[in-house]
């Protein structure tokens, strides 16, 4: 079973970056694609970012240009740099990872962005 914990969320000022990583355990690494996700109050769940394990990468709209995804494959790790900050990036992020040629995917327990100055 694949479980994945984020971390680096908390109170950044508008304009602020903050980056969010997530380590993946109980798995083959290589064997997914990794992303993040975002649902902020009130709001469905949207894509923030997603890698692939040769790391090509695409993106929501409301992100393009302001986050960078990465992983490294080494350390079972995908991160999302988080740029210029707006109020409207609020919400939990959550890290996703889906298991290649299956349906198969799995949820973090997600982390809080929360952009207020």
């Given amino acids: 079973q ?21 380590v993946a355990s109980g798995t083959d690494f290589s064997m997914y694609r990794m992303g993040w996700y975002r649902q902020p109050p009130g709001k469905e769940r949207e894509l923030v970012a ?3 394990r040769d790391g090509n990468t695409n993106y ?6 302001r986050f ?16 210029n900050l707006k109020p409207e ?5 959550y890290c996703y990872a889906k ?4 349906t198969i995917t799995y949820w973090g327990q997600g982390t809080q962005v929360t952009v207020s100055s």
């Fill in 68 to 83: 960078t995804i990465s992983r490294d494959n080494a350390r079972n790790t995908v991160y999302v740099q988080t740029n």
């Fill in 89 to 93: 990036d609020t919400a939990v992020y």
């Fill in 60 to 65: 929501g709209d409301s992100v393009s240009g």
């Fill in 2 to 22: 694949v479980q994945l914990v984020e971390s680096g969320g908390g109170l950044v000022q508008p304009g602020g970056s903050l980056r969010l990583s997530c």
């Fill in 50 to 52: 997603m890698i692939t």
């Fill in 99 to 102: 298991r290649l040629f299956t």
